[in-house]
């Protein structure tokens, strides 16, 4: 089982990662060019200028209106994708697999970083509990998705702290990775691939059409 997950298990994952986000992504084109007002009304530079404002750190007004929310968004986001892209464990595992290898985080500041995401998207859980406005457009999928995302972050705490079986614990952390990866293109988390997309579409209209700022 060990083998399988760490080999056949992450080359679905990663198959079912990229050619469901480029199905999507040729899906919404297709959807796009049968909208009038969708491609004739692309601008380059106002896209790009949109992307890039609000990629920034309170970079928009809305983000400035709730500065802790966006603070502990912007460490959620970074913290997600960065400890398991630099994690030292996972650069072995590349290395073997594949012979490649790159510049790698120490094993506590990835354990510290996994710490946050999991502390804040515990956070962001209570947070469409607790806030009105939020809870509204909430639903349970929600909640299921936020799970996907955070289950691996939380059996790579308890792998690190050699909690219950190890190798029960990281075989479930490759699973539940793997089901993380593999949800992107199809669930909310694909606002990860989205984001460029419609952060562009959005400051075309702004930008271009209404010569209006969009942050």
């Not at 990860?192 to 700022?213: H, L």
Request: charged share 15%.
């Amino acid at each position: 089982m060990y083998e399988f997950s760490r080999t056949t298990l992450v080359w679905i994952a990663f198959l079912v990662f990229i050619f469901g986000s480029v199905y999507r992504l040729v899906s919404m084109y297709r959807l796009a060019k049968k909208e009038k007002s969708v491609l004739p009304y692309f601008n380059f530079k106002a896209g790009i200028r949109s992307i890039i404002m609000w990629m920034i750190p309170f970079g928009s007004r809305n983000m400035r209106l709730k500065p802790v929310f966006t603070g502990l968004s912007f460490l959620f986001h970074f913290c997600l994708l960065a400890a398991p892209i630099f994690a030292l464990g996972h650069n072995i595992l590349i290395k073997e697999s594949w012979g490649i290898s790159w510049w790698t985080f120490a094993d506590g500041m990835t354990n510290t970083m996994t710490i946050i995401v999991v502390v804040i998207g515990f956070g962001f859980a209570l947070r469409r509990m607790a806030d009105p406005t939020v809870r509204f457009v909430s639903s349970f999928t929600d909640f299921i998705f936020l799970t996907v995302v955070l289950a691996p972050y939380i059996t790579g705490i308890l792998a690190f702290y050699n909690i219950f079986d190890y190798q029960t614990v990281i075989i479930l952390h490759m699973w539940t990775g793997a089901l993380w990866l593999a949800a992107i293109p199809f669930t909310r988390i694909s606002h990860m691939i989205f984001f460029p997309v419609t952060r562009a579409y959005m400051g075309s209209e702004s930008g271009y059409v209404r010569n209006a700022k969009d942050w």
